[in-house]
Structure formats: structure tokens, C-alpha cells
């Protein structure tokens, strides 16, 4: 018998289908909704950094290669500021 | 094609899918130096058409040869096997790239970022939240595929198209809140060496996961055309050792990178 036999692997005990529902059900779900609860209604609204120019933030060596080239593909505009600063307060700025 | 074989082996038919791929993949990579370079998509796009023409024929013609031609005896399921365990090993290591990366710059951060983890500047996710949710989704999901697994072994029809359903929906919810923190990210990939290791890891993740449920998705639609057995099912079990690596992976990018770096 081979120490690791590759033909046995994906075999598993016959007869278990009904404890990995009963996991599924019992386990598996409820500790999503639990998560689910906490994630939703624990969340506390997080002031955004106020803005400050490190070197090493908001690196711009080349535009990215959609849009206008200043902004990440995710980019949200109310936390997440462009190399010069939040968008709305340049504006005010300007 | 002989039906009097006297090995247990399959010698493939000629395919065009190889060669087609190759042109796929190379016009894929041409068009993102294209698109990177000269801010025009259309090679990109025209590479993933021919990539996604090529993997949905090769793939179909492959279900077809296990499952009506029965060509996949046990010899071509062991191959098939090893085939998988090698390329799972494969994207192992891809990710081993990204973790080092990430391990190299958080262990002992640079000078220029404050000399801490998170750089200064930066405010980390709550691990807490929805990171959390999603960790208990992963492995809620790792738990349906195998109780999907065990009711295909046990030739019980419904139970598996029930267990496949909730990984395929879980797949999708860990996707839809994977999008939502990235939406509400107060930091972006050009944001230090903490955003850049941060999304390339967890960009990467959401890709796979992205393509494991696909590949659950697909196992479903076979599933319902009564494509497995109770001992021919090695695609739903392709499938299935993948949806567990993609569910390790987020456990070691929830322990290191939300938790332990955030």
C-alpha cells in the first residue's frame, strides 16, 4: 500500500451525505447569519484621515489606463483622495 | 476511432483548441500592452473573446468524451487527477509570490512609511466585520460543496443539486461583499506598498473565486443534465479540490493581511 495513493483520493465514507446537511443547516448557515448580524449592525461610521501628503501615498508614476488616468478603479471619491487632495475640498478650494 | 481498444488509455483526436488557445493567450497579453500603453482595450478584448471561444469548446469537447464517448477510463481519471493536483500546486505558489511580497514589506516596513505597519496614512479594514462574514461564507461554502460531494457518492440526485446551489449562492455573496469593501476602501492600490500588496492578493482571491464558482456553476449544469455518477464524477471533484484551495487561501489572507496586518 503506497504511502500516498492517488486513486483514493475523492473517496470518502459511504452514509455521510446526512451529517454534512445536518452541518450545513445546523453550523454552517447560522454562523453566517451570526456574522452576518454583527458585520451589519456592530458598523460605526469611521471618519475619513484628514488629508496629508506623504510621499508614499497616492502614487501617480504613470495614469491608470481607464478614465482619466487619476483614479483607481475602485476609486471613491469621499475617502479616497487624488495627489492633490479630497476632490470636494479642492473644489471648495478652488 | 477504434471501439475495440486493447489498452486503457486515450489517444486524443486531432483538436484545433490547442492552437487556438495559444493565439487566445498571446492576443490577450499583446492587448494589455496595448491597452497599457496606448490606452486603447480593443486587442485586450479581442484575446479574451477568443480565449473564452477556445476554454468553453475544449471544456465541452472534454464532457463529451468522459461522459458520452466514455473515454475517461480509470487510467485517463488518475492523469486527469494529477493534472489538477499539479496546476492547484501551481496557483499554490502564485500566491506564495504575493504573501512573500506582502511579508517582505510588512515585517520590517520601510523607513519612508513611518517605520510601521500600516503605513502611516493608511486606515486598515475592520477584520471584524465583513471580513469576518465573509471568512464564515468561505468555509460555509467548503461545507455544502462536500455535503453536495458526499450526496453524488451516495446517488442521491436532489440533495446534490441542493448542496451545489448554496456553494454557487455563497460563491456569489462572498463576491458581491468582496465589491462592496472595495468600494468603500479608504485606500487605493497606489496607496503605499500596503494597497498594492493588498489588492494584488486580494484581487487575485476574488478572481479565483470568481472562477471557482463558475467551475461550481458549470458542475451544476451538468449535474442537471445527468452528466455524473455515483462513481464517474471526476469535474464536480475538480471543481470541488478548487473551491477548498480558494477557501484556504482566504484563510491565510484573513489571518495575515485583515487581521494580523490590518
Redesign the interface.
Known sequence: MPIFDIRLMGNMPANTAGLWKRVTFLLALPAIVLCAANAFTGHKHVEREPFAKYEYLRRRTKRFPWGDGNRSLFHNAEVNALPEGYEDEVAEED | MSTHSNHPFHLVDYSPWPLTGAIGAMTTVSGMVK??HQ?D?SLFVLGNIITILTVYQWWRDVSREGTYQGLHT?AVT?GL??GM?LFILSEVLFFVSFFWAFFHSSLSPAI??GASWP?????SFNP???P??N???L??SG??V??A???L??N?HS?TTQ?LF?TVL?GIYFTILQAYE????????????YGSTFFMATGFHGIHVLIGTTFLLVCLLRHLNNHFSKNHH?GF?AAAWYWHFVDVVWLFLYITIYWWGG
Open positions: 491597452w497599457f490606452y482595450i480509470y488518475i487527477r494529477w493536483i519612508e512609511l503605513p502611516m496614512g493608511i486606515i471584524f466585520q465583513i469576518l462574514l471568512t464564515a461564507i468555509l460555509a461545507v455544502t462536500t455535503w460531494h458526499h450526496s457518492m451516495e442521491n440533495q448542496g448554496f455563497l472595495y468600494i468603500e476602501a479608504p485606500f487605493t492600490i497606489a496607496d503605499s506598498i471526476f471533484e
